[in-house]
T-cell receptor, first 112, second 115 residues
Framework: DAGVIQSPRHEVTEMGQEVTLRCKPISGHDYLFWYRQTMMRGLELLIYFNNNVPIDDSGMPEDRFSAKMPNASFSTLKIQPSEPRDSAVYFC??????????FGAGTRLSVL | AQSVTQLGSHVSVSEGALVLLRCNYSSSVPPYLFWYVQYPNQGLQLLLKYTSAATLVKGINGFEAEFKKSETSFHLTKPSAHMSDAAEYFCAVSESNFGNEKLTFGTGTRLTIIP
């Protein structure tokens, strides 16, 4: 398996623009997690899904953030409008029956 | 609520020396504990995990960790450091009761290996 695939790897945008981050989990995994990593706050869980259903979105910082999982092989994290403080590395992770989360390589977002 | 404390945001050891990275946890139920490693510009990769079996857990790359309930600790060790061990290491906890799949991560420890 190719592992968890995230795109794009790098995103540079201007404040106010919409940003969409994409994630393809490992086939057969029924959990999907979105994290944000910053120097100041470390690694934070934003939201996670089970069988495509959002289970806990308490980590989503504001209404500007939204996440969807339309099917078992694809998820998006959208920020609209983006702000400079959203600059971070965003990770997607997936998990199967066992309790190991497998992480993608991340998307480095810079909002100017 | 569960939490993890990693003592020391930066640790430097000489090549060939013992590596010791400290992790203390807090959990209201028996925990599952994990160590992940992150190399530059990469995602996190599992080193090892503890899920209530043997208290001494062996992982990849020669790392191991010991679960000590009395000390609420799960320190990571490696007898002899290698240059390739330079990375950031994260301890994480999840609660073992069904329905709690979230991992709570520590703030990370950056390991530097001195040649």
């Amino acid at each position: 398996d190719a592992g968890v695939i995230q795109s794009p790897r790098h995103e540079v945008t201007e404040m106010g623009q919409e940003v969409t981050l994409r994630c393809k989990p490992i086939s057969g995994h029924d959990y999907l997690f979105w994290y944000r990593q910053t120097m100041m706050r470390g690694l934070e869980l934003l939201i996670y899904f089970n069988n495509n259903v959002p289970i806990d979105d308490s980590g989503m910082p504001e209404d500007r953030f939204s996440a969807k999982m339309p099917n078992a092989s694809f998820s998006t994290l959208k920020i609209q409008p983006s702000e400079p403080r959203d600059s971070a590395v965003y990770f997607c992770a997936s998990r199967g029956s066992w309790d190991i989360q497998y992480f993608g390589a991340g998307t480095r977002l810079s909002v100017l | 609520a569960q939490s993890v404390t990693q003592l020391g945001s930066h640790v430097s050891v000489s090549e060939g020396a013992l590596v010791l990275l400290r992790c203390n946890y807090s959990s209201s139920v028996p925990p599952y504990l994990f160590w992940y490693v992150q190399y530059p510009n990469q995602g996190l990769q599992l080193l090892l995990k503890y899920t209530s079996a043997a208290t001494l857990v062996k992982g990849i790359n020669g790392f191991e960790a010991e679960f000590k309930k009395s000390e609420t600790s799960f320190h990571l060790t490696k007898p002899s450091a290698h240059m390739s061990d330079a990375a950031e290491y994260f301890c994480a906890v999840s609660e073992s009761n069904f329905g709690n799949e979230k991992l709570t991560f520590g703030t990370g420890t950056r390991l530097t290996i001195i040649p």
